[in-house]
């Protein structure tokens, strides 16, 4: 799978890492949210970095422990039209304020995308066949929005309060 964001491809160092398999030394690894709970010691010690995939459905008080260590979270969205996954993302960044990688995985498409970056998710797991040229044109396609997001811009009630326009 290539690895995504706002802009194109990007490099991956993460490497997704099998609950039976153990990670070579000095390897960035992405582990199950079970393997993270039982492991999470010798994981963190025999690792450069550990990340962690869960679902949407995840229990975030369950995770929060976890959160300071990790360095990126994958969300995997199980099909298109699960939205669990924008409440996750929204939640890691403001009420748990993750600063790590958010990276979604899963069967979207470009314009979940746009609203998936809106959420607080940095990049993309996606499959070869994902129109990268459409996740691009859908960024571009807005520059205000009428309702807060993450990423913290001005709303277009803001701008006219303002007087800016």
């Known amino acids: 799978m290539a690895v995504i964001d706002r802009n194109g491809p990007i490099a991956n160092s993460w490497v997704h890492l099998a609950d039976d398999a153990q990670p070579a030394k000095g390897q960035s690894v992405i582990v199950s949210f079970a393997r993270l709970k039982n492991e999470h010691n010798s994981l963190f010690s025999a690792s450069t970095a550990v990340g962690v995939e869960v679902v949407g459905d995840v229990v975030l008080e369950d995770l929060e422990p976890f959160l300071p260590r990790l360095g990126i979270i994958v969300v995997r969205m199980p099909n298109m039209r699960d939205g669990r996954i924008f409440s996750t993302g929204r939640l890691l960044r403001e009420k748990y304020a993750y600063k790590g990688e958010l990276r979604a995985i899963g069967d979207f498409i470009p314009d979940q995308a746009r609203f ?41 009630i803001d701008q006219r309060t303002s007087g800016v326009s």
């Open 116 to 156: 998936l970056l809106r959420c607080g998710f940095d990049s993309f797991e996606v499959g070869d066949a994902f129109p990268v040229d459409s996740l691009k044109q859908a960024v571009a396609t807005y520059s205000v929005w009428y309702q807060r997001a993450t990423d913290r811009g001005a709303t277009i």
